[in-house]
T-cell receptor, first 115, second 113 residues
Framework: DAGITQSPRHKVTETGTPVTLRCHQT?????MYWYRQDPGHGLRLIHY???????DKGEVSDGYSVSRSKTEDFLLTLESATSSQTSVYFC??????????????FGEGSRLTVL | AQSVTQLGSHVSVSEGALVLLRCNYS??????LFWYVQYPNQGLQLLLK??????LVKGINGFEAEFKKSETSFHLTKPSAHMSDAAEYFC???????????FGTGTSLTVIP
């Protein structure tokens, strides 16, 4: 158990409202990731972080921003939610001796519905 | 960017039959390779991984996969399917720098009694 907690686990919101998803880890792993999972697309990387205040874009970053002010927390924000952002969002951390070549451990997911 | 192709979005096998889930990747540099399993309403769990060394990798629940560089493949197998194997399976590969992970679109495995 890599000690990953996502919140909220379920959220329904309306188009145009801001939404923030939180990922919390209990261990001091350097790399954290946000993915979205959609049918037919598998998991697609939104953003990732390689340290406090160090983040980079993934393949589907448009419409999303992230912040990491503490090692243990990685926040994903939808500034103005759209229906196309209805998805299941997974946070993951990379666990390995070198920090970047280990496997990913995933949270339980956050199901977001944008009406 | 790396890409991962999983042939067959849905695979059905009979209980006790061989499970074969296919994964091919595109990479100019041998990456690290992974198979993950996802049960309904859960996150992904690591089944097995290949980093270096022996190309036949054994994982949990009787699964194994073989890295074939010449074929850029990393197919997942299990000799005898069990009902509890019904789940979604994802193949993943790292970027050359190792700091990004790319996933296939997944294969849903159904096990028929």
């Amino acid at each position: 158990d890599a000690g990953i907690t996502q919140s909220p686990r379920h959220k329904v919101t309306e188009t145009g409202t801001p939404v923030t998803l939180r990922c919390h880890q209990t261990e001091n792993h350097r790399y954290m990731y946000w993915y979205r999972q959609d049918p037919g697309h598998g998991l697609r990387l939104i953003h990732y972080s390689y340290g406090v205040k160090d983040t980079d874009k993934g393949e589907v970053s448009d419409g999303y921003s992230v912040s990491r002010s503490k090692t243990e927390d990685f926040l994903l924000t939808l500034e103005s939610a759209t229906s196309s952002q209805t998805s299941v969002y997974f946070c993951a951390i990379s666990v390995g001796t070198s920090g970047i070549t280990g496997e990913l451990f995933f949270g339980e997911g956050s199901r977001l519905t944008v009406l | 960017a790396q890409s991962v192709t999983q042939l067959g979005s849905h695979v059905s096998v009979s209980e006790g039959a061989l499970v074969l889930l296919r994964c091919n990747y595109s990479s100019s540099v041998p990456p690290y390779l992974f198979w993950y399993v996802q049960y309904p309403n859960q996150g992904l769990q690591l089944l097995l991984k290949y980093t270096t060394g022996a190309t036949l990798v054994k994982g949990i629940n009787g699964f194994e996969a073989e890295f074939k560089k010449s074929e850029t493949s990393f197919h997942l197998t299990k000799p005898s399917a069990h009902m509890s194997d019904a789940a979604e399976y994802f193949c993943a590969v790292t970027s050359p720098t190792g700091n990004q992970f790319y996933f296939g679109t997944g294969t849903s495995l159904t096990v028929i009694p």
